[in-house]
Structure formats: structure tokens, C-alpha cells
């Protein structure tokens, strides 16, 4: 019996790759793929794995097994089971990008009209500035009291 450790010592395949930056060919073939059963780690592995089915873990298959996607048949393709659940998706999505358009335009209205509500209120500001520079420098009579 074969004594195995946790983590086994590191490859001594470094050393092939000393002069692989000057130059690449230097470099050994990849080792072949692994046939038939092989440890690792202590245990020991096959390379024949077969996932078991959904069905034989006792989940229901909500899709067909081998679905015919590119089917040139439109009835075909409508009666799949997946074909009202895409339409259904697609339409979910068309109606959410709608919705999303109509609120950045009105986003965007909102700020056109506030651009312009501060170029007024701009306006007004420079024009009592200037007015209030006339009053001081004692070019313009004063405002009549209120």
C-alpha cells in the first residue's frame, strides 16, 4: 500500500521553464490526458463522471431535454415551452426601457425648465446689481418707497 500525504511536495517542473522568457520552444509538451481512474489527493477519481439527471435527483425538468431552438417551423417554435416565458421576458423588458425613456425625458424637461427658471432669476439679479451700482454712484434718482 502506497502511503499518500495531504498536500504532496511541489513538481520539480520549474525547472524546465528556466529559459522559456528567451526562449518559448524550450518549453516540454503538455503530458498527455489522463485514461482510466487516478488519485489525487488519496482518494481515488475516474474520469467518467456523469452528472445524474434532474429527473433522477427527483427535481421536475422545466425544459425539454434537447430543445430545437433554430426550428424554421413558427408553430414549432410557439409551441415550446419556453416560447411563452421569452415573450412574456420580452415584453417585461420592452415595457421596462419604455418606462425608463419616458422618465429621463420628463427628467429632462424638468431640467431645462429649471435652467431656464436660474437664467431668469439671473437676469433680474444683474439687472437690480446694475441698478443698485447706479443708485450708490448717484447716477439715478432712488426707488421710490414702497
Not at 44 to 49: A, G, H, L, M, P
Not at 101 to 114: D, F
Amino acid at each position: 500500500m502506497a502511503t499518500s500525504s495531504a498536500y504532496p511536495p511541489p513538481p520539480p517542473y520549474y525547472r524546465f521553464y528556466k529559459d522559456y522568457e528567451n526562449d518559448p520552444s524550450s518549453a516540454p509538451e503538455p503530458p498527455p490526458p489522463v485514461d482510466g481512474p487516478y488519485q489525487l489527493f488519496g482518494a481515488t477519481y475516474t474520469i467518467d463522471v456523469v452528472l445524474p439527471s434532474l429527473e433522477d435527483q427527483g427535481v421536475r425538468q422545466l425544459y425539454p431535454k434537447s430543445p430545437d431552438i433554430g426550428a424554421e417551423d413558427p408553430e414549432q417554435r410557439a409551441s415550446a415551452p419556453y416560447f411563452g416565458a421569452s415573450r412574456y421576458f420580452s415584453g417585461e423588458t420592452i415595457t421596462a426601457i419604455a418606462t425608463l425613456i419616458h422618465m429621463l425625458k420628463n427628467q429632462i424637461q424638468r431640467w431645462k425648465q429649471a435652467i431656464e427658471d436660474i437664467k431668469q432669476r439671473r437676469e433680474e439679479a444683474q439687472k437690480l446689481l446694475g441698478e443698485s451700482l447706479l443708485i450708490l454712484d448717484g447716477n439715478q434718482p432712488s426707488l421710490p418707497a414702497m
